[in-house]
T-cell receptor
Framework: EADIYQTPRYLVIGTGKKITLECSQT?????MYWYQQDPGMELHLIHY???????EKGDLSSESTVSRIRTEHFPLTLESARPSHTSQYLC??????????????FGPGTRLTVL | QKEVEQNSGPLSVPEGAIASLNCTYS??????FFWYRQYSGKSPELIMS????GDKEDGRFTAQLNKASQYVSLLIRDSQPSDSATYLC???????????FGSGTRLQVQP
């Protein structure tokens, strides 16, 4: 059972607000990921981190930003939310230290609605 | 051509039958293969991983890998209505940043 947490689980917010979606894992995983997924649609990688102070943009362009100051914490921030940001945001982590497999474990997700 | 291809379905099977889910991938350098299950509105959960050619069994689930044909499948024996979900195939190649996911196959198990 993976220990990866996301808060909030649901968020309804007005246009123009700044929001931060939290993601934490207690497994000591080096790699962490943010995916965006619309209902019934594919997962799209939007951010990736190899480890502390290492972040990269994913395959899908996103106006969000991320930081990785601590191994266990990988927050995602939207400076000014817009209705087009309405989606489900999924955080994942993988690769225990010293293990080469890349099995990804997902958090429960945050469903964001921007009015 | 997508890197990981799955039939979107829905695949409908009667309760108790074997459900067969298929996935093809384009990159011959792929080394790790995963099946995830995703219920509507929920996050993906790992069912199985497979790294070598052949079959790998875990309870009612069997993953099959054929690297020569670039094909990976998931068999679900004695299908239950609770197995109704979208099944995602994911593939990893050494050096890639993250898993590449297929778009998923929706499985419906009819009681």
């Amino acid at each position: 059972e993976a220990d990866i947490y996301q808060t909030p689980r649901y968020l309804v917010i007005g246009t123009g607000k700044k929001i931060t979606l939290e993601c934490s894992q207690t497994m000591g995983h080096d790699k962490m990921y943010w995916y965006q997924q619309d209902p019934g649609m594919e997962l799209h990688l939007i951010h990736y981190s190899y480890g502390v102070n290492s972040t990269e943009k994913g395959d899908l362009s996103s106006e969000s930003t991320v930081s990785r100051i601590r191994t266990e914490h990988f927050p995602l921030t939207l400076e000014s939310a817009r209705p087009s940001h309405t989606s489900q945001y999924l955080c994942a982590s993988s690769t225990p230290r010293g293990v080469s497999t890349d099995t990804q474990y997902f958090g429960p997700g945050t469903r964001l609605t921007v009015l | 051509q997508k890197e990981v291809e799955q039939n979107s379905g829905p695949l409908s099977v009667p309760e108790g039958a074997i459900a067969s889910l298929n996935c093809t991938y384009s990159d011959r350098g792929s080394q790790s293969f995963f099946w995830y299950r995703q219920y509507s509105g929920k996050s993906p959960e790992l069912i199985m991983s497979i790294y070598s050619n052949g079959d790998k069994e875990d309870g009612r689930f069997t993953a099959q890998l054929n690297k020569a044909s670039q094909y990976v499948s998931l068999l679900i024996r004695d299908s239950q209505p609770s197995d109704s979900a979208t099944y995602l195939c994911a593939v990893n190649k050494a050096g890639r940043r993250a898993l590449t996911f297929g778009s998923g196959t929706r499985l419906q198990v009819q009681p």
